[in-house]
């Protein structure tokens, strides 16, 4: 029995172990759940801030204009 290739062969093993190791905990850090609005969903949607009723409609903006007396 050739003890170095057995330990050769194990050690071989073991950083295909790592590897996978590695790529399943990465997986499982990109399934976690996102908190928040996914970033750049109104741009990429075209939408205003008024549109996507986050902002002052432009009856809002009408309103205090008039109320400041412009």
Do not use: F
């Not at 970033?39 to 008024?50: F, H, K, N």
């Amino acid at each position: 029995m050739d003890i170095q290739r057995i330990i050769g062969e194990l050690r071989a093993e073991r950083a295909r172990l790592d590897e996978a190791l590695l790529h399943l905990e990465k997986l499982s850090l990109a399934q976690m759940p996102r908190r928040g609005r996914p970033p750049g969903r109104r741009r990429e949607a075209g939408l205003t801030a008024a549109q996507d009723g986050r902002g002052p409609s432009d009856s809002t903006k009408q309103a205090r204009r008039m109320a400041a007396g412009a």
